[in-house]
């Protein structure tokens, strides 16, 4: 998920079985997600990595890494 936010989506995707890597770039929404995977079952928290940054710059590093990335359209196009 290159636009976590909340990690609504993310922990969606979760849930259905899948190995999640989410990405804020936010330093306050990172923490608020980062302290609420704290309180989470170990077997949901296990398929969930949460990464603080810049997702164009991960994706650029770690893209052979991911089967798949998804991407919020949340924003209009400017």
Known sequence: DLTMGLGQD??????????????ESNPVV?????????????????RFQ???GDSRRLVRDLAENFDGFYLDPMF???
């Open 10 to 23: 993310a922990m969606k995707l979760v849930y259905l079985g899948y190995q999640v890597t989410a990405i």
């Open 30 to 46: 990172a923490a608020l997600v980062a302290n609420a995977l704290e309180r989470t079952p170990n077997d949901v928290v296990r």
């Open 50 to 52: 949460l990464c603080f």
């Open 76 to 78: 209009t196009h400017k």
